[in-house]
């Protein structure tokens, strides 16, 4: 079963644009990840945050954390024609072993030139 | 190779036959992931292999769902008498090791068609 709800569904913005997708979960978790996905292929791993943080960085990537609200927003700055892609969240919230990653429904981000 | 290979990229098969899929991790990866992602069920957890534990299988739809590991490194998923809902993309994962703060690293993925 899904754990994350992501929202939009669908994203459209001209290129130069910031774009922001938000996700929402249900239970505790140990970390949040974002994922790439080009052409319902092979996921890229985008960047971690941990239960314990609130704000992260990487790139023109902003992540953001709030466990009291159990959401997450992914912000990418300046967007390129070249991030059209359908974006994940995925969260881990096993207790120990296997981190199994339970993944939102994702967003479909398009950059128009 | 750098990373994560799957084969065969593509497979169609009919109704009631076995499929083999094959997942090659990243050498030196210890822990190892299948995932299918189809369009009612999104992307789902399947099972996962570290080192020479017993596999949790947790996530297996099905008996008719299997896989190995051997040798610690390649794997395969196997499905037996394949319906025609068991039709998603397959995706491989493996990391370092087990672990809350390991990256799983993801393979391009077999897209099954059952006819």
């Known amino acids: 079963s899904q754990q994350g709800e992501e929202d939009p569904q669908a994203l459209s913005i001209q290129e130069g644009e910031n774009a922001t997708m938000n996700c929402s979960y249900k239970?505790?978790?140990?970390?949040l990840q974002w994922y790439r996905q080009n052409s319902g292929r092979g996921l890229v791993h985008l960047i971690l945050?941990?239960?314990?943080?609130r704000e992260k960085h990487s790139g023109r990537l902003r992540v953001t954390l709030d466990t009291s609200k159990k959401s997450s927003s992914l912000l990418i700055t300046a967007s390129r024609a070249a991030d059209t892609a359908s974006y994940f969240c995925?969260?881990?919230?096993?207790?120990?072993?296997?981190?199994?990653?339970?993944f939102g429904q994702g967003t479909r981000l398009t950059i128009n030139p | 190779g750098a990373g994560v290979s799957q084969s065969p990229s593509n497979k169609v098969t009919e109704k009631g036959k076995d499929v083999e899929l094959r997942c090659d991790p990243i050498?030196?990866?210890?822990?190892l992931y299948w995932y299918r992602q189809s369009l009612g069920q999104g992307l789902e957890f399947l099972i996962y292999?570290?080192?020479?534990?017993?596999?949790?299988k947790s996530g297996l739809p099905s008996d008719r769902f299997s896989a190995e590991r051997t040798g610690g490194s390649v794997s395969t998923l196997t499905i037996q008498r394949t319906q025609q809902e068991d039709s998603a993309v397959y995706l491989c994962?493996?990391?370092?090791?087990?672990?809350?703060?390991?990256?799983?690293?993801f393979g391009p993925g077999t897209r099954l068609t059952v006819l």
């Open positions: 239970t505790s978790i140990n970390n």
């Open positions: 995925a969260t881990d919230a096993t207790r120990q072993g296997a981190q199994k990653l339970v």
């Open positions: 050498s030196g990866h210890t822990a």
């Open positions: 292999f570290q080192g020479n534990s017993a596999p949790d």
């Open positions: 994962a493996s990391s370092l090791v087990a672990g809350p703060y390991n990256e799983q690293f």
């Open positions: 945050i941990r239960s314990n943080e």
